[in-house]
């Protein structure tokens, strides 16, 4: 089996979440990652209260993010 993926540089993937709502399908292509990928680091980036994860696979920035 092929080794497993390094996941991405959180910080890289935060850079690009702000205030105002963005899709996952959106930040997935402005980071370039595969969605699974993307959606393992929004949920490191959720339990670690910096990004709240909205309705519709929207993601926005928390206020002590």
Same mark, same amino acid.
């Given at each position: 089996?092929? !080794?497993?993926?390094? /996941?991405?540089?959180?910080?890289?993937? &935060?850079? %690009?979440? *702000? +205030?105002?709502?963005?899709?996952?399908?959106?930040?997935?292509?402005?980071?370039?990652? !595969?969605?699974?990928? /993307?959606?393992?680091?929004?949920?490191? &980036?959720? %339990?670690? *209260? +910096?990004?709240t994860l909205l309705a519709g696979r929207r993601v926005v920035r928390s206020g002590n993010?």
């Amino acid at each position: 089996a092929p !080794p497993p993926r390094p /996941l991405p540089d959180h910080g890289q993937v &935060l850079d %690009l979440i *702000g +205030q105002t709502p963005v899709t996952v399908d959106e930040l997935a292509a402005r980071c370039h990652l !595969p969605v699974p990928d /993307l959606q393992a680091v929004l949920a490191d &980036l959720e %339990l670690a *209260g +910096q990004v709240t994860l909205l309705a519709g696979r929207r993601v926005v920035r928390s206020g002590n993010g």
